[in-house]
């Protein structure tokens, strides 16, 4: 089936600690993005990008950092410098083009 | 600045009951203009969207969305709703060209009453 796959669904991580969250599409989409959610605010928008090997800051963009080394895949690092981490993270991603984002099941990260 | 507005953070509906969400949004040109429900601890699901045409838009689940250009107003209804509507529903902006760019609103919590 295609689609969205985030690991894992929940992850721990104590402070001070950096960490990885994943994100991999089979869809063969050329967009990917990153979004962070937390009650009352919405989603924001962490990164975003549009191919292989670039990338944007989107809102909130600063502690965290990402990589795009293929087109399927677009991981997420909360470095030790994001000051509030604990969240819910969303990864989406869209055909360009088109208008429609996918989006994955989502990553709930604590700090402990 | 681009924007979107839910200005209801909690309804509250009895099964069976109509409902509209409200939704309002401030960009520079026509947008492309969505809504996405997400239950508990899950992803976005998209309900429907708009980008041109006939400004009400049928989605799934028996939703639908009428959009306003002079109030720049995309208001979600259902008829009938039910109990398994309980769920996040969130309204959002995509650019039409450019970064591919959405802003979500910050979501009307939905609880149905038996």
């Known amino acids: 089936d295609g689609g969205i796959t985030q690991s894992p669904k929940y992850l721990f991580r104590k402070e001070g600690q950096n960490v990885t969250l994943s994100c991999e599409q089979n869809l063969n989409h050329d967009a990917m993005y990153w979004y962070r959610q937390d009650p009352g605010q919405g989603l924001r928008l962490i990164y975003y990008s549009q191919i292989v090997n670039d990338f944007q800051k989107g809102d909130i963009a600063e502690g965290y950092s990402v990589s795009r080394e293929k087109k399927e895949s677009f991981p997420l690092t909360v470095t030790s410098a994001q000051k509030n981490p604990t969240a819910f993270y969303l990864c989406?991603?869209?055909?360009?083009?088109?208008?429609?984002?996918?989006f994955g099941q989502g990553t709930r990260l604590t700090v402990v | 600045a681009q924007s979107v507005t839910q200005p209801d953070i909690h309804i509250t509906v009895s099964e069976g009951a109509s409902l509209e969400l409200r939704c309002n949004y401030s960009y520079g040109a026509t947008p492309y203009l969505f809504w996405y429900v997400q239950s508990p601890g899950q992803g976005l699901q998209l309900l429907l969207k708009y980008f041109s045409g006939d400004t009400l838009v049928q989605g799934i689940k028996g939703f639908e969305a009428e959009f306003k250009r002079s109030q720049s107003s995309f208001n979600l209804r259902k008829p009938s709703v039910h109990w398994s509507d309980a769920a996040e529903y969130f309204c959002a902006v995509g650019a039409t060209s450019g970064t591919y760019k959405y802003i979500f609103g910050t979501g009307t919590r939905l609880k149905v009453l038996a």
């Open positions: 989406a991603s869209k055909r360009l083009g088109e208008t429609e984002a996918f």
